[in-house]
């Protein structure tokens, strides 16, 4: 079976009658002091708890060797160094390293490992939790923290050991694609929407009203959108435990924040005559602006944290953000044009050059 990341590999055969399982791991080193390691979890598909095998270069004899490790919370924390110790919750029958190639394959960078070992497992316990990682420096026998890449921080999964299925990257895709799309349709494309909807339409007078509501229903749905997705995206964070995107969780984060300020702040909305008009509707804009920024920015953080910078997908966004931007320039310009002639227009009757249909209509009664 091919693990989701590190071009990592497991083999294995499970001998129901007595519960055993009889395991190799092919991984690769990075580095030619480096260390490649496997375990398994006894709890759940993280780092943290794995009991594992270790195998890296020997610092005296530079023969491989293969040594077991627990990886308990002070690893991950750096609190001292990683110590050979029995594993204890998994017995452990037998295991042996060797590199791919056979007595006179060398370590290097790229060189395969394979991992052997014999567990025995409970009775009916037929899913693991695997965990592999590699490293690239062994200082004495104590390896060192591994790379924090997407890659390397995605190196767990579970295992069903009779039908060979692993949960992956690839059983969250659906989940992954219902985020994406909620959150760059709301985000991406309704926010901004609504307020292209607030500053263009409410200087039609035909429409009355109406922009308002417009605007307030684009706008809320679209925020009702957005918290879904956004729900949906901490689920994904649970489900995958080893990748962290810190830009886009924050970003998604703060926009949430702003969207509910811009929420509440309907319900303390002044009247037009009221004195405090004027700095709310500054809070507004200020808020809605930035929101919407962010929200941007973060659909853009999200094509690359699905690794999907050259899909059709992004390019269809890119099109219909695009199309978004011409529509608010031609808009703006007509209503530069349209502010400057009713400008000209007014300075003209100030001067009298032009008179008003009014006094036009009087002065000929009275001829």
């Not at 005296?60 to 110790?85: E, F, M």
Request: hydrophobic share 40%; with cysteine; proline share 5%.
């Amino acid at each position: 079976m091919t693990l989701p990341s590190q071009q990592a590999s497991l083999a294995w055969t499970y001998h129901a009658h007595n519960a055993t399982l009889d395991v190799v791991f092919f991984g690769n080193f990075i580095s030619p002091s480096g260390w490649v390691g496997w375990g398994i979890n006894p709890t759940t598909a993280e780092m943290t708890g794995t009991r594992s095998l270790i195998s890296f270069p020997d610092p005296n004899t530079g023969q491989l060797v293969l040594l077991p490790y627990i990886l308990d919370p002070t690893v991950k924390l750096q609190k001292a160094p990683l110590l050979s110790r029995p594993l204890d919750h998994i017995h452990l029958l037998t295991s042996s390293a060797k590199m791919y190639g056979g007595k006179l394959a060398t370590i290097h960078d790229g060189a395969q490992v394979e991992i052997y070992a014999t567990i025995k497992l409970s009775p009916n316990k037929t899913k693991i939790h695997v965990v592999w990682n590699r490293g690239v420096y062994v200082q004495g026998y104590s390896p060192t923290i591994h790379p924090t890449t997407i890659n390397d921080l995605s190196s767990a999964t579970t295992i069903d050991l009779l039908s060979g299925v692993a949960r992956h990257e690839n059983d969250l895709k659906t989940l992954k694609i219902v985020h994406g799309v909620m959150n760059g349709i709301s985000w991406g494309v309704m926010l901004p929407i609504g307020i292209i909807m607030s500053r263009y339409l409410r200087h039609i007078e035909a429409l009355g009203p109406t922009w308002f509501y417009v605007h307030a229903g684009m706008q809320l749905t679209g925020f009702f959108l957005g918290t879904i997705g956004f729900a949906i995206g901490l689920k994904l964070g649970e489900l995958s435990p080893g990748k962290v995107y810190g830009l886009h969780r924050k970003l998604g984060f703060i926009a949430v924040c702003l969207g509910s300020l811009q929420t509440l702040a309907l319900l303390f909305r002044p009247k037009t005559t009221n004195k405090y008009r004027k700095y709310w509707k500054s809070y507004h804009h200020f808020v809605g602006y930035a929101c919407v920024v962010l929200g941007v920015v973060n659909v853009f953080q999200g094509f690359e944290a699905m690794e999907a910078s050259r899909t059709y997908a992004k390019l269809a966004y890119c099109l219909c953000l695009s199309t978004l931007i011409g529509i608010c320039i031609a808009l703006e310009v007509n209503s530069w044009v349209v502010f400057c002639r009713k400008a000209e227009e007014e300075k003209l009757k100030r001067d009298g050059v032009i008179t008003h249909p009014s006094s036009e209509k009087a002065s000929g009664s009275f001829n």
